[in-house]
């Protein structure tokens, strides 16, 4: 599966035409097989950068994708591993209801293969019988609501679930998400993927089949579910659209629901998932609004096989890590060649993590303890002061606003919550105490213990309803390998997992430190105002915080970004996407632009900042991942190092890079927002 950009041309997106620039045309070279010398800085600094990691290195067999990300999740899943084989050592000591006996208890297991293969299906039985005697559309969607609460499956109608108020972020409101897509519309509309359509029918069939269905009417049902889910995608928002919160969301009350769905009483769907009326709803908050009233549209009685068999299939989709092997396996397959993963990973080492994705925060009250220190998250601090403070005097001198909407985003700057590696006492999900998970010894099974603690899980998230915010809270595990900016909170997360080397390091200097978590820092500090974020107040409501000439402006200097983002050229025909990936662009830019000011004038200073930023972007990519690369919102790495370096003027104080080159932009045409 190894090819070049050019023959990649003729299996991925085909355009009617390439896109007509002002700029020259950046041709970014992704393999490095393709690449036969070390290009120079002004020929793409990217390579320029991380030329000689990538010719030493190769994509293990058992990912997709390989890079500092990849480097720093490795580190972290060697001390989850660690803490796994910690508590199976000594979790009996420290009481049945501590993380590490509820650790040591469900490792048990998911090594407990013979009890997995005896257990069956278990607690999923029940809810599978009951899909399987349904007899009308009426008692279909009724009966996906109360699944919805108690498994957290979706439907081919919607999803039902609970969220912050996004107009208000002041409590908790009852949310109808978009009906199951499978791939997804971006990946649909990608030319040369037959392969992946019949992978993805062949791991439905394969799920039905298992279930107990005949061969080929497995077969017929997938080929069935696989058109229905590419029929909804035609319908759908794109991800730009659905990026854009005043496009995307929309309120409704009872009646406008009831006439959305008028195939099916979504009265008694939404009261059986426990947001309905008899719950004390009565708005909703949906997203893709059009998408659901198409698919209500489609609830017919001639269908209900085709939602009874997808809606076996989620289930079972949903819990296959966790059933007997045979399911399990089913899906690894299938997930391996969507990414192109040539190997399965070691038995131990995928059943370590299978405990840790199912137990996150269990884990991360260990982690954050073990693996990061005041010391750390003192200094880490003191960088989001640093750039802070600079995006202030950004705000502050910006000519393009007025002052009425230039105090507005200071206080949305200036009341924006931090949360740096791992939560204090009160900062912890409340269900945790709740959690409960029996060992091999109490009878307790896998599937079980699964179904258990997401039941406590979606018990405590759908009770949240009425409730008002508690912005305490966090939503990340401290081990996740991210960082993020939540807009209904107007917070800024950076988990500890993130917070190590390369991307920051306590005994780097200054410079290298700024080009990798003050770079972060920045970034996420930009979606604060970029073109989503920048729709909702300093609370997290949505809300229009602008005149109409600054946003008018607002716009003006996107539709600039991405124009610039899309003369990237990633193979014949196929071209970045600035739309779909203006808000992580304007992010990207942002980040740079801030850490740049920091840093100064100083060249040396400059190039050491420059070069950590390059690093923080390394990755090499297979051509399954590519593809994926296509439907996400972020460009991909290789372009967003060398596109933003273009951009900032501090990149031509560091670097003699002249017109003509390719990393040249012209000053006039480098694109800034803030």
């Given at each position: 599966m190894r090819r070049t950009a050019a023959i990649l041309a003729a299996f991925f997106i085909a355009l009617a035409a390439a896109p007509a620039f002002a700029y020259g045309e950046f041709n970014v070279r992704l393999f490095i097989k393709d690449v036969h010398a070390r290009p120079t800085v002004q020929e793409d600094y990217f390579l320029y950068v991380n030329y000689d990691w990538m010719k030493t290195h190769k994509i293990p067999a058992t990912k997709s994708a390989y890079g500092v990300t990849a480097q720093a999740e490795d580190v972290v899943r060697e001390r989850l591993a660690?803490?796994?084989?910690?508590?199976?050592?000594?979790?009996?000591?420290?009481?049945e209801k501590s993380d590490e006996?509820?650790?040591?208890?469900?490792?048990?297991?998911?090594?407990?293969?013979?009890?997995?293969?005896?257990?069956?299906?278990?607690?999923l039985a029940e809810p599978l019988r009951e899909i399987d005697s349904v007899k009308t559309i009426g008692e279909y969607g009724t009966l996906m609501g109360r699944l919805m609460r108690s498994y957290g499956i979706g439907s081919l109608f919607g999803s039902f679930g609970v969220d912050v108020d996004i107009f208000t972020a002041d409590c908790y409101r009852a949310s109808i998400g978009r009906p199951g897509m499978g791939l997804g519309r971006e990946f649909y509309q990608q030319q040369g993927i037959e392969d992946y359509l019949k992978a993805y029918t062949d791991y439905i069939a394969g799920l039905l089949e298992l279930y107990g269905r005949p061969r080929e009417a497995a077969e017929r049902s997938a080929g069935a579910i696989l058109a229905y889910q590419q029929d909804l995608a035609r319908h759908a928002l794109s991800k730009a659209e659905m990026g854009d919160p005043s496009v995307a969301i929309r309120e409704l009350k009872l009646d406008e629901l009831k006439k959305l769905y008028g195939n099916f009483d979504i009265e008694a769907a939404l009261n059986a998932a426990g947001i309905g009326p008899a719950n004390g709803a009565d708005r909703w908050i949906t997203s893709d609004g059009k998408l659901l009233e198409y698919a209500a549209g489609l609830c017919t009685p001639d269908r209900l096989q085709l939602f009874?068999?997808?809606?076996?299939?989620s289930l079972l989709d949903d819990f296959a890590s966790v059933l007997p092997a045979k399911y399990a396996r089913l899906q690894t397959k299938y997930v391996n060649f969507l990414n192109g993963v040539?190997?399965?990973?070691?038995?131990?080492?995928?059943?370590?993590?299978?405990?840790e994705e199912l137990l996150p925060f269990c884990y991360g009250r260990l982690y954050g303890k073990l693996y990061f220190s005041p010391a750390d998250k003192k200094e880490v601090t003191s960088y989001v002061m640093l750039v802070m403070n600079e995006y202030r005097k950004r705000l502050a001198s910006a000519d393009w606003l007025c002052e009425a909407t230039r105090k507005q985003a200071l206080r949305k700057l200036d009341t924006m919550v931090v949360r740096v590696g791992y939560p204090d006492q009160n900062g912890w999900p409340p269900y945790l105490d709740a959690l409960s998970v029996k060992g091999p010894q109490e009878d307790g099974t896998l599937i079980g213990n699964a179904v258990s603690l997401g039941r406590t899980q979606l018990d405590y998230s759908f009770g949240l309803l009425g409730k008002p915010v508690d912005r305490n809270l966090w939503t990340a595990e401290p081990q996740m390998v991210n960082a993020f900016?939540?807009?209904?909170?107007?917070?800024?997360?950076?988990?500890?997992?993130?917070?190590?080397?390369?991307?920051?390091?306590?005994?780097a200097s200054r410079e290298t430190n700024l080009g990798d978590i003050g770079n972060i820092i920045g970034h996420e500090m930009t979606h604060c105002f970029d073109s989503c974020g920048a729709q909702y107040d300093e609370h997290g409501a949505l809300r229009n915080w602008w005149t109409e000439e600054d946003y008018r402006e607002f716009k003006k200097r996107q539709a600039a970004v991405v124009k610039y983002y899309n003369r990237y050229k990633l193979?014949?025909?196929?071209y970045q996407d600035g739309e779909q990936t203006l808000t992580e662009n304007i992010a990207d830019l942002g980040g740079l632009s801030c850490i740049a000011s920091i840093v100064g004038d100083d060249p040396v200073k400059l190039r050491a900042m420059y070069e950590s930023y390059a690093v923080s972007w390394r990755v090499m990519i297979n051509e399954a991942e590519f593809r994926l690369y296509l439907t996400d919102e972020h460009a991909l790495d290789?372009?967003?190092?060398?596109?933003?370096?273009?951009?900032?003027?501090?990149?031509?104080?560091?670097?003699?890079?002249?017109?003509?080159?390719?990393?040249?932009?012209?000053?006039?045409e480098r694109v800034r927002i803030w």
């Amino acid at each position: 599966m190894r090819r070049t950009a050019a023959i990649l041309a003729a299996f991925f997106i085909a355009l009617a035409a390439a896109p007509a620039f002002a700029y020259g045309e950046f041709n970014v070279r992704l393999f490095i097989k393709d690449v036969h010398a070390r290009p120079t800085v002004q020929e793409d600094y990217f390579l320029y950068v991380n030329y000689d990691w990538m010719k030493t290195h190769k994509i293990p067999a058992t990912k997709s994708a390989y890079g500092v990300t990849a480097q720093a999740e490795d580190v972290v899943r060697e001390r989850l591993a660690a803490i796994t084989g910690s508590c199976l050592k000594t979790g009996a000591q420290n009481g049945e209801k501590s993380d590490e006996a509820r650790i040591a208890n469900l490792r048990r297991c998911i090594a407990d293969t013979k009890g997995r293969e005896k257990t069956g299906l278990g607690e999923l039985a029940e809810p599978l019988r009951e899909i399987d005697s349904v007899k009308t559309i009426g008692e279909y969607g009724t009966l996906m609501g109360r699944l919805m609460r108690s498994y957290g499956i979706g439907s081919l109608f919607g999803s039902f679930g609970v969220d912050v108020d996004i107009f208000t972020a002041d409590c908790y409101r009852a949310s109808i998400g978009r009906p199951g897509m499978g791939l997804g519309r971006e990946f649909y509309q990608q030319q040369g993927i037959e392969d992946y359509l019949k992978a993805y029918t062949d791991y439905i069939a394969g799920l039905l089949e298992l279930y107990g269905r005949p061969r080929e009417a497995a077969e017929r049902s997938a080929g069935a579910i696989l058109a229905y889910q590419q029929d909804l995608a035609r319908h759908a928002l794109s991800k730009a659209e659905m990026g854009d919160p005043s496009v995307a969301i929309r309120e409704l009350k009872l009646d406008e629901l009831k006439k959305l769905y008028g195939n099916f009483d979504i009265e008694a769907a939404l009261n059986a998932a426990g947001i309905g009326p008899a719950n004390g709803a009565d708005r909703w908050i949906t997203s893709d609004g059009k998408l659901l009233e198409y698919a209500a549209g489609l609830c017919t009685p001639d269908r209900l096989q085709l939602f009874k068999d997808y809606a076996i299939f989620s289930l079972l989709d949903d819990f296959a890590s966790v059933l007997p092997a045979k399911y399990a396996r089913l899906q690894t397959k299938y997930v391996n060649f969507l990414n192109g993963v040539r190997k399965n990973k070691p038995k131990r080492k995928a059943d370590d993590e299978l405990c840790e994705e199912l137990l996150p925060f269990c884990y991360g009250r260990l982690y954050g303890k073990l693996y990061f220190s005041p010391a750390d998250k003192k200094e880490v601090t003191s960088y989001v002061m640093l750039v802070m403070n600079e995006y202030r005097k950004r705000l502050a001198s910006a000519d393009w606003l007025c002052e009425a909407t230039r105090k507005q985003a200071l206080r949305k700057l200036d009341t924006m919550v931090v949360r740096v590696g791992y939560p204090d006492q009160n900062g912890w999900p409340p269900y945790l105490d709740a959690l409960s998970v029996k060992g091999p010894q109490e009878d307790g099974t896998l599937i079980g213990n699964a179904v258990s603690l997401g039941r406590t899980q979606l018990d405590y998230s759908f009770g949240l309803l009425g409730k008002p915010v508690d912005r305490n809270l966090w939503t990340a595990e401290p081990q996740m390998v991210n960082a993020f900016y939540n807009p209904s909170d107007n917070s800024i997360n950076f988990p500890a997992g993130y917070l190590l080397p390369p991307f920051y390091d306590p005994k780097a200097s200054r410079e290298t430190n700024l080009g990798d978590i003050g770079n972060i820092i920045g970034h996420e500090m930009t979606h604060c105002f970029d073109s989503c974020g920048a729709q909702y107040d300093e609370h997290g409501a949505l809300r229009n915080w602008w005149t109409e000439e600054d946003y008018r402006e607002f716009k003006k200097r996107q539709a600039a970004v991405v124009k610039y983002y899309n003369r990237y050229k990633l193979a014949d025909g196929i071209y970045q996407d600035g739309e779909q990936t203006l808000t992580e662009n304007i992010a990207d830019l942002g980040g740079l632009s801030c850490i740049a000011s920091i840093v100064g004038d100083d060249p040396v200073k400059l190039r050491a900042m420059y070069e950590s930023y390059a690093v923080s972007w390394r990755v090499m990519i297979n051509e399954a991942e590519f593809r994926l690369y296509l439907t996400d919102e972020h460009a991909l790495d290789h372009v967003r190092a060398d596109a933003t370096a273009s951009a900032e003027d501090s990149f031509y104080k560091a670097y003699d890079v002249k017109p003509g080159d390719p990393m040249y932009v012209a000053p006039e045409e480098r694109v800034r927002i803030w």
